[in-house]
């Protein structure tokens, strides 16, 4: 678990700063890494999949954290 190294405070933040309130768990994110890899991708270039709960609707940026 990353978030164990982080002091609650700078957990806190992060949860504020994303739209669902939280920080995403991995079984959020294997979905569309198992996509990514696997054949279902085969013909998707150049795209960015957002998996961030909803963090690229606003400026949840490391800066703006004071993470940076």
């Known amino acids: 678990d990353v978030t164990a ?7 806190h933040r992060i949860e504020q700063s994303v739209p669902l309130g939280r920080i995403g768990r991995p079984e959020e994110i294997v979905g569309a890494v198992a996509y990514l890899a ?3 991708a085969s013909f998707t270039t150049g795209a960015i999949l957002n998996v961030d709960g909803g963090s690229d609707l606003g400026d949840a940026s490391a800066d703006a954290l004071g993470l940076g």
């Open 5 to 11: 190294a982080w002091n609650d405070d700078t957990v």
């Open 38 to 40: 696997g054949p279902d």
